[in-house]
Antibody, heavy 118, light 106 residues
Framework: EVQLVESGGGLVQSGGSLRLSCAAS????????MSWVRQGPGKGLEWVAK????????NYVDSVKGRFTISRDNAKNSLYLQMNSLRAEDTAVYYC???????????WGQGTLVTVAS | QSALTQPRSVSGSPGQSVAISCTGT?????????VSWYQQHPGKAPKLMIY???KRPSGVPDRFSGSKSGNTASLTISGLQAEDEADYYC??????FGGGTKLTVL
């Protein structure tokens, strides 16, 4: 059974930092593109960042470029999102998702809530 | 990239069919056959329902179908059931999600 379990969310002050983690199991993590997708309170889904299987390619939505860094550790089957210079508008549930290719997300975690106090 | 355009809400009675549209541009929906649809119940994670415009993952009922014409993709749900009431999001390569559509089963 595929499982994606996020952790690391919480309350942080504006300008602060937070590191999210996602533990993957049930599929070959090292062969999969992985993404972070977020959802603000009462809002729609927004793709945030993605990383290639070996970590050699990373892409970000414009609003987080220079502030967020996606990374992975294939030995630990884990995905990370380092979030710096957090803003109130970054408040959201952050989902870890497997990207099966062409921006198609077939497995999702349960999400972790990040709240940025202004 | 701008979000894809979806109706804010649609509704239908049990047993009826409803269609949800997703309009983009020639740079996303119209340019690639990589449109996917996600179902999200309140407080839950999204679930992939359709990918590559019209393919269904294993376990998704065949009441759910997808299509595309030009820059607009559509998700059709036939034989509506109470458990279909949820938010639905489209997504197209290279990236944007739609704004989401709330489906109400009357």
């Amino acid at each position: 059974e595929v499982q994606l379990v996020e952790s690391g969310g919480g309350l942080v002050q504006s300008g602060g930092s937070l590191r999210l983690s996602c533990a993957a199991s049930g599929f070959t993590f090292s062969s999969s593109w992985m993404s972070w997708v977020r959802q603000g309170p009462g809002k729609g889904l927004e793709w945030v960042a993605k990383i290639k299987q070996d970590g050699s390619e990373k892409n970000y939505v414009d609003s987080v470029k220079g502030r967020f860094t996606i990374s992975r550790d294939n030995a630990k089957n884990s995905l990370y999102l380092q979030m710096n210079s957090l803003r109130a508008e970054d408040t959201a549930v952050y989902y870890c998702a497997r990207d099966k290719g062409w921006q198609t997300f077939d497995y999702w975690g349960q999400g972790t809530l990040v709240t940025v106090a202004s | 990239q701008s979000a894809l355009t979806q109706p804010r809400s649609v509704s239908g009675s049990p047993g009826q069919s409803v269609a949800i549209s997703c309009t983009g541009t020639s740079s996303d929906v119209g340019g690639y056959n990589y449109v996917s649809w996600y179902q999200q119940h309140p407080g839950k994670a999204p679930k992939l329902m359709i990918y590559d415009v019209s393919k269904r993952p294993s376990g998704v009922p065949d009441r759910f179908s997808g299509s595309k014409s030009g820059n607009t993709a559509s998700l059709t749900i036939s034989g509506l059931q109470a458990e279909d009431e949820a938010d639905y999001y489209c997504c197209s390569f290279p990236g944007p999600f739609g704004g989401g559509t709330k489906l109400t089963v009357l």
